[in-house]
């Protein structure tokens, strides 16, 4: 009986094909940015009060400048300790009976009785437009900006359920084609919306196909490749995400408007449906669908795309992944042990989400240059791919995972209590923080897997993962309304939320150089799955000649 991968020794574990296909897969990873943190750009609120008509008229009569009529307009409230022009309210006066003219410099109006604006807002966001700006989305409103990020997440919740299920009985391959149909299709309706309630229905359902067909490309393009490969092509696969998010203040800076952002965010989705002709099916799928002619067939191109010859064994190829047990979310949290990891990993899941869209979304609001703010933290993400891939196989998983959030943790709450004068030394805090938090969320990812048996694997990554979509429904409200309280208060919540993340991380066993658990028994009794790896090493020695052990492939270790 011959498996996929004893084949793929033979076709090439990371050959020209591969190499191809994954470079395309990659690509998939950029505008995933643009749509998970999009929102910093398209739902910015810039700086704004209330508009008097009667104000606004005399300004361009009288060639005033903004803050000459703002003057005039709003009062003065307390924010923060400060005194700042009111963004909700302004004076109860009507201009149009007032002897005002264009000499007025300074009235006395401290007071003038003060009410909500009546005839909605001005922007200091000149030449731009984003759809808080086209909506009047602040004061009373500026709750519904959390909802765009919501119900993101929400398609993201359900999307990834769906398709990962239409991905074991459809295919790898159609369920990606058929997802960026769907982002295409959803991306031009967001583009195009009338109002911001039929924008926040499309907007789910780009989160929908979006982060389903990620998955989907994830899991095709591990599929392929050899087992020692994997782990760095799933790290370098995310990586890309941290390409487009320094591609996306640079399209934000040029593009003015945000429907447009829009536009140029979903095209590339539009141009992944010509994959088709260019990615192949998983073998493995083909294989546990019993349709051995295909997978036969696609892994002699990729042999012959390689340049390599495949033995007879392809005549007895099977199913590696075939299994008789069938899982159930009570093999999660039955016995103590897998109880455990499931609790953790599902909290980690959760905070990595939180922290991490709270971080990048918190750019929007701190007053600062968006753009280069955003292209600043976004640098800092890099470090993280090749820290992990330069840590966990000589340090191993849990310590660089604990402390990546630990650190994360740390410099939340160091920034919150850096005084804005000290701005660079604020700055650098905070890249580490978003750093930190950036290495624990592609952890997470591998360390999720390796932590289940094989024939709960796939349940217990999608159960876990589900707490990632739910802080990312909480985050934007967590940010947004706390920070309206005070504005470096979200920073101490993410900074809670990230220690006891590491704190948690440290009660996990380490992995590094164990064997894949292929039983509840192996995660609950691991000295016994060491004995019985020990046990079949020894059997092999003893069945083989000397000069041929070393031949031979050693048990899966991670």
Excluded at 56 to 71: E, F, I, K, M, N
Excluded at 81 to 102: F, K
Excluded at 185 to 209: C, D, E, H, Q
Excluded at 281 to 289: G, M, V
Aim: glycine share 8%; proline share 4%.
């Amino acid at each position: 009986m011959t498996t996929f991968d004893d084949i793929l020794e033979e076709a090439g574990e990371f050959g020209r094909c591969q190499k191809r296909v994954f470079a395309l897969l990659c690509m998939v990873s950029m505008p995933w940015a643009g749509v998970y943190v999009g929102i910093v750009f398209q739902g910015y609120t810039p700086d704004h009060w209330c508009r008097d008509p009667a104000v606004v008229q005399r300004r361009q009569s009288c060639g005033w400048s903004l803050a000459d009529s703002r003057r005039l307009t709003v009062p003065l409230v307390n924010s923060s300790g400060a005194l700042q022009h009111s963004g909700c309210e302004q004076y109860d006066v009507d201009w149009n009976a007032t002897s005002l003219t264009c000499d007025t410099q300074e009235l006395d109006l401290s007071k003038t009785p003060t009410t909500a604006c009546k005839a909605g807002w001005e922007y200091d966001y000149e030449g731009r437009q984003s759809f808080v700006t086209e909506f009047d989305l602040v004061c009373a409103d500026g709750w519904l900006v959390d909802m765009y990020q919501a119900t993101l997440n929400i398609g993201f919740l359900v999307g990834s359920i769906a398709i990962g299920y239409l991905a074991d009985r459809f295919g790898r391959k159609m369920s990606f084609l058929m997802s960026n149909l769907l982002n295409g299709i959803a991306g031009i309706l967001v583009a195009v919306a009338p109002n911001y309630v039929s924008l926040l229905v499309f907007r789910t359902l780009y989160g929908f196909g979006v982060k389903g067909g990620w998955v989907a490309g994830y899991v095709l393009i591990t599929e392929i490749v050899g087992v020692e490969y994997r782990r760095t092509v799933g790290v370098v696969y995310q990586m890309f995400f941290s390409v487009g998010i320094l591609f996306l203040p640079l399209l934000a800076y040029y593009i003015t408007d945000w429907r447009w952002l829009q536009v140029v965010i979903t095209v590339p989705y539009i141009l992944f449906l010509s994959y088709y002709w260019f990615i192949p099916e998983s073998p493995r799928w083909l294989l546990s669908q019993n349709k051995k002619d295909k997978a036969v067939e696609i892994t002699e191109a990729m042999a012959k795309e390689n340049k390599m010859t495949l033995s007879k064994n392809i005549e007895s190829l099977t199913d590696d992944n075939a299994d008789t047990n069938t899982a159930s979310f009570m093999d999660l949290i039955r016995t103590p042990k897998m109880r455990k990891h499931t609790f953790i990993l599902s909290y980690n899941w959760f905070t990595s989400a939180v922290v991490y869209q709270g971080l990048i979304m918190r750019l929007g609001i701190l007053g600062g240059n968006v753009y280069i703010d955003f292209l600043i933290s976004g640098l800092v993400e890099f470090p993280a791919a090749f820290l992990i891939l330069f840590t966990i196989e000589r340090i191993g998983r849990r310590l660089p995972f604990a402390t990546a959030n630990i650190v994360a943790g740390a410099s939340c709450f160091i920034t919150a209590f850096i005084p804005d004068s000290m701005f660079w030394f604020k700055t650098v805090v905070a890249c580490i923080g978003r750093l930190g938090i950036t290495m624990a969320f592609e952890m997470v990812v591998f360390v999720n897997t390796e932590l289940y048996p094989t024939f709960v694997r796939n349940l217990g990554v999608s159960v876990c993962s589900t707490l990632c979509d739910i802080g990312g429904i909480v985050a934007p409200f967590m940010l947004y309304r706390l920070a309206v309280i005070w504005l470096e208060l979200p920073l101490i919540i993410f900074g809670s939320l990230a220690f006891v993340a590491g704190g948690l991380v440290l009660l996990l066993p380490e992995t590094r150089g164990v064997p894949l658990p292929d039983t509840i028994e192996d995660i609950e009794f691991p000295e016994r799955a060491k004995e019985k790896v020990m046990l079949r090493n020894q059997q092999m020695t003893n069945l083989l000649p000397n000069n041929d052990v070393s031949t031979n492939k050693d048990p899966a270790t991670v």
